[in-house]
């Protein structure tokens, strides 16, 4: 299995609180994603990153920032959550699609905003 | 815009009896297509690709797919399922000629029935 941890596994929080999620990697690939997963919707890119400081945004970035100050890290931000992005989230990882063709992704954080 | 489209929330098939399950895609270069699989509470894994070369493609666990251009159609077959192959399924595309953005579809339950 790809190295990929996502932290944390499970969150509750209250509308308006910030929340930050964290995607780590430990195959040194330089494409980062993260994606979110709801009923009826599949899987929606909300944002990735092509490099160390170099992001850009997906289909649902709205309420949404990323940042990525090392190859390894990942980091999704809810500045203040809302309960539409009650979701589960998905960080992914590939070493370029023109190279292998193929997203590893991590296990989930499932976050609930009350 | 590329997009994805996967006509079917939920497909039934008894066990040993061949599966398909549908996809069609809409990009305005060349396509890079993809099959993922999702077991419950688990991120989703890679199980085909298809970038160029022969129509149909084989992947894991017995499963391949059938590109058709004319028809801008992906179908995931199986000649024999398994009860071990229900999952959830998503069907994804690339366009190659724009950025590195895989965009997923909606996703496809596959009950296989002892």
């Known amino acids: 299995d790809a190295g990929i941890t996502q932290s944390p596994r499970h969150k509750v929080t209250e509308t308006g609180t910030p929340v930050t999620l964290r995607c780590h990697q430990t195959?040194?690939?330089?494409?980062m994603y993260w994606y979110r997963q709801d009923p009826g919707h599949g899987l929606r890119l909300i944002h990735y990153?092509?490099?160390?400081?170099?992001?850009d945004k997906g289909e649902v970035s709205d309420g949404y920032s990323v940042s990525r100050s090392k190859t390894e890290d990942f980091l999704l931000t809810l500045e203040s959550a809302t309960s539409s992005q009650t979701s589960v989230y998905f960080c992914a990882i590939s070493e370029g699609l023109a190279n292998t063709g193929e997203l590893f992704f991590g296990e989930g954080s499932r976050l609930t905003v009350l | 815009a590329q997009s994805v489209a996967q006509p079917e929330d939920q497909v039934n098939v008894a066990e040993g009896n061949p599966l398909t399950v549908k996809c069609t895609y809409s990009?305005?270069?060349?396509?890079?297509l993809f099959w993922y699989v999702q077991y419950p509470n688990r991120g989703l894994q890679f199980l085909l690709k298809y970038i160029t070369g022969d129509n149909l493609v084989k992947g894991s666990y017995g499963f391949e797919a059938e590109f058709n251009k004319s028809q801008t159609s992906f179908h995931l077959k199986k000649p024999s399922a398994l009860v071990s192959d229900s999952a959830l399924y998503f069907c994804a595309v690339w366009d190659m000629n724009r950025d590195d953005k895989i965009i997923f579809g909606k996703g496809t339950r596959l009950h296989i029935l002892p």
């Open positions: 195959e040194n690939h330089r494409y």
């Open positions: 990153s092509y490099g160390v400081k170099d992001t």
């Open positions: 990009v305005s270069g060349n396509p890079y």
